[in-house]
T-cell receptor, first 115, second 109 residues
Framework: ETGVTQTPRHLVMGMTNKKSLKCEQHLGHNAMYWYKQSAKKPLELMFVYSLEERVENNSVPSRFSPECPNSSHLFLHLHTLQPEDSALYLC??????????????FGSGTQLSVL | GQNIDQPTEMTATEGAIVQINCTYQTSGFNGLFWYQQHAGEAPTFLSYNVLDGLEEKGRFSSFLSRSKGYSYLLLKELQMKDSASYLCAVMDSNYQLIWGAGTKLIIKP
């Protein structure tokens, strides 16, 4: 148990569907992240929030839309996805950002399949 | 560009020792991390090195040489539960984490 919970664990969606991924952290951290993990590729940072404000968006397509209503919750809204978006989506949190030794705590991820 | 290299896959025997290497070329350096990820589970933090040398934590040790852009993770007395992927990541001068693709470690009895 890492203190970061993601739901759902698995998701299958068609290209015209709209769905949302949810992440909740119980660690009192101030920063939250969305990562994409594809097989045999490095983790790709998608979005970073610090104290509920987005501080980084790594040129992610607009079909991915993040939302951070408070420092404990993070959502990733999905719409009109493509098959190449199929991957494991990981949420993470850290105490802060920009300190150097911030350890990330990850959720178990949502395995997304786009048909 | 920034790059982290680590072997794709390694195999070792239960009870043995294995060393997983990581080399990096990044814009600046603010520390190197190792994470362990079992299949279908969350990556979990193993170690953080910012100064040269060896850090030991039980059966696991991590080494860093900043001048060589090189680190390794050393796992001793291997157990079947050590079968996992091991992710190397470097924090650059902008405090961005640059990730390697991970090393899948297979332990055989």
């Amino acid at each position: 148990e890492t203190g970061v919970t993601q739901t759902p664990r698995h998701l299958v969606m068609g290209m015209t569907n709209k769905k949302s991924l949810k992440c909740e952290q119980h660690l009192g951290h101030n920063a939250m992240y969305w990562y994409k993990q594809s097989a045999k590729k490095p983790l790709e940072l998608m979005f970073v929030y610090s104290l509920e404000e987005r501080v980084e968006n790594n040129s992610v397509p607009s079909r991915f839309s993040p939302e951070c209503p408070n420092s404990s919750h993070l959502f990733l809204h999905l719409h009109t996805l493509q098959p190449e978006d199929s991957a494991l989506y990981l949420c993470a949190s850290s105490q802060a950002i920009g300190t150097g030794n911030e350890k990330l705590f990850f959720g178990s991820g949502t395995q997304l399949s786009v048909l | 560009g920034q790059n982290i290299d680590q072997p794709t896959e390694m195999t070792a025997t239960e009870g043995a020792i294995v060393q997983i290497n990581c080399t990096y070329q990044t814009s600046g350096f603010n520390g190197l991390f190792w994470y362990q990820q079992h299949a279908g589970e969350a990556p979990t933090f193993l170690s953080y090195n910012v100064l040269d040398g060896l850090e030991e934590k039980g059966r696991f040790s991590s080494f860093l040489s900043r001048s060589k852009g090189y680190s390794y993770l050393l796992l001793k007395e291997l157990q079947m539960k050590d079968s996992a992927s091991y992710l190397c990541a470097v924090m650059d001068s902008n405090y961005q984490l640059i990730w390697g693709a991970g090393t899948k470690l297979i332990i055989k009895p």
